[in-house]
């Protein structure tokens, strides 16, 4: 059921997805984009990383939630998260505002800029792992519970989603319909660590989105190409013809059921809006690293 007073989202956005020559990167380290007056995704810039994460922060009244501390060290994300959150209790006459740096999951590409928040007043950086995340959002029955979390008079949904990785979570917004499932769903290579769990995960997921009325599906990276089945090579830096970082609730449901499809079998399968890489095998490893080696090669001499 939709919430009576939703807040539209601003996903119209030309991202930052890298420069043409390494010799001459023009890219800012980060891009900031108010998706709305309390809502803001960050990208960092694939002239730093080739992992290129997105990073979310929402702003409450009494907390605000960062979601992942990217791929690279966080001095200058740290000091983009303060000047927003300065700017948003000042215009909110709020003398406070905790902040939470969470997790998506525990990957060091969402986690790298931990350190730079460790010792910042009035904040706690949530542990990576399962026992971590669950203790601090109060998870009693995991993954499948879903759990409050108040920032102030802004009040999100959270549940387990592991299968790309143990400590996956999901973070819903039902103020704006945003649905931030990490890296287990999003435009590009899904990397399967656990297939039963990844299949009850996106079911879950799409039975939620169609509960909750979910408007957007956000993942942490884009991969793919505009054209279905193409992604970007392993590594790329460079991705002018990526789609939107934000999926469709049919989108999720197609995700689901192509995995239904390929969940028993190790190796690489190509769908419109993802690509599967079941395992850590010879069948995932190999055609991966061969084509992120002629990219190389490629960009070497560009």
């Given at each position: 059921m939709a919430a009576p007073d939703r807040t539209p989202l601003d996903v119209d956005v030309q991202w930052i997805h890298g420069s043409r020559s390494r010799r001459r990167r023009a890219d800012p380290s980060l891009q900031v984009h108010a998706l709305a007056d309390d809502t803001v995704l960050i990208r960092q810039s694939k002239d730093l990383t080739f992992e290129a994460p997105f990073i979310l922060l929402l702003l409450?009244?009494?907390?605000?939630?960062?979601?992942?501390?990217?791929?690279?060290?966080?001095?200058?994300?740290?000091?983009?998260?303060?000047?927003?959150?300065?700017?948003?209790?000042?215009?909110?006459?709020?003398?406070?505002?905790?902040?939470?740096?969470a997790h998506t999951h525990g990957h060091g590409d969402h986690t790298a800029g931990d350190a730079a928040f460790a010792g910042r007043p009035d904040t706690t950086v949530v542990g990576a792992d399962v026992d971590a995340v669950r203790a601090f959002f109060g998870f009693t029955d995991w993954p499948g519970q879903v759990v409050a979390f108040d920032l102030g008079g802004r009040v999100l949904e959270l549940f387990g989603i592991p299968g790309h990785q143990r400590a996956s979570i999901a973070v819903h917004d039902p103020r704006t319909g945003l649905l931030h499932t990490g890296d287990t769903v999003y435009p590009g290579r899904i990397y399967v660590e656990d297939p039963p769990a990844l299949l009850d995960t996106l079911d879950r997921l799409v039975a939620f989105a169609q509960n909750r009325d979910v408007v957007h599906i956000l993942g942490c990276h884009v991969e793919m190409t505009r054209t279905p089945g193409l992604d970007y090579p392993l590594g790329c830096r460079y991705q002018p013809d990526e789609p939107s970082p934000f999926m469709t609730r049919e989108q999720l449901r197609r995700v689901r059921d192509a995995f239904h499809t390929v969940a028993d079998r190790p190796g690489i399968h190509r769908f419109d809006d993802v690509v599967f890489c079941n395992g850590e095998g010879p069948r995932v490893t190999v055609p991966l690293y061969a084509r992120a080696a002629v990219e190389r090669v490629r960009r070497l001499v560009s």
């Open positions: 409450g009244h009494r907390r605000a939630l960062l979601l992942d501390s990217g791929a690279t060290p966080g001095e200058t994300l740290r000091a983009t998260v303060d000047a927003l959150i300065d700017t948003w209790a000042a215009d909110h006459d709020l003398e406070r505002l905790e902040l939470v740096v």
